[in-house]
């Protein structure tokens, strides 16, 4: 079965920093995608970033990248310049499909704090 | 374009009451995805469905939980004679595709954070 890890409950940073979330997951798949979620106080779940497996250059969508290491199985965020609107919890997940259902497998999640 | 509309937003239950959250998926999307989301945990799936069939709820749990996605309305999770575990924020997804588009992404609602007093 598919596992997603997020080692790190709670992250800070200062603004205008960089900071790096940490995920791993587990699979025997070749083909599947990963995302980054964005789940502020108003509990809205926003997109912040896919990678697909069969890609070897990583993801980028303006402050955010990510460092996708396949063979380590290893999924990580950057966020760079840090702003308060950034503070979240931040959820990564693997996406494949089981039986027809397209299904969602969710880590844990790293809060951020913004520091001004 | 509306996105993936939720509602009730907060829905408070004693035990043994039902309750039922509703989802209306996104313009044009016809599959439907339910996961729940304990307190400072990620989301679970629980089930999936297109319109008028339940094609996954190898999450839901056995008893007192059910959903539909009738061919008219909106999709409904209901919780039957809840429980204080069942505690929690519920959320809907929808999408355009289920097993050729992996690149599409699912569109979650706000969710629907029930409370089992």
């Known amino acids: 079965a598919q596992t997603v890890t997020q080692s790190q409950p709670e992250m800070s940073v200062q603004e205008a920093e960089t900071v790096t979330l940490s995920c791993t997951y587990d699979?025997?798949?070749?083909?599947?995608?990963l995302f980054w979620y964005k789940q502020p106080p108003s509990r809205q779940m926003i997109l912040v970033i896919r990678q697909e497996a069969y890609k070897q250059q990583n993801a980028t969508e303006n402050r955010f990248s990510v460092n996708f290491q396949k063979a380590a199985k290893s999924f990580s965020l950057k966020i760079s310049d840090s702003q308060l609107g950034d503070a979240a919890m931040y959820f990564c997940a693997y996406r494949t499909i089981i039986q027809g259902a397209q299904k969602l497998v969710f880590g844990q999640g790293t809060r951020l704090t913004i520091n001004p | 374009n509306a996105g993936v509309m939720q509602n009730p937003r907060h829905l408070v239950r004693r035990r043994g009451q039902e309750a039922r959250l509703r989802c209306s998926p996104m313009?044009?999307?016809?599959?439907v995805y339910w996961y729940r989301q304990l307190p400072e945990e990620g989301l679970k799936f629980m089930v999936y469905?297109?319109?008028?069939?339940?094609?996954?709820e190898s999450g839901m749990p056995k008893e007192r939980f059910s959903a539909e996605f009738p061919k008219e309305g909106p999709s409904i999770l209901r919780i039957q004679q809840v429980v204080r575990g069942d505690s929690a924020a519920y959320f809907c997804a929808s999408s355009t595709t289920h097993g050729t588009g992996l690149g599409s992404p699912l569109h979650f609602g706000n969710g629907t954070r029930l409370t089992v007093t």
């Open positions: 699979t025997s798949e070749s083909d599947y995608y």
């Open positions: 313009k044009g999307h016809s599959h």
């Open positions: 469905l297109q319109k008028e069939n339940i094609i996954d």
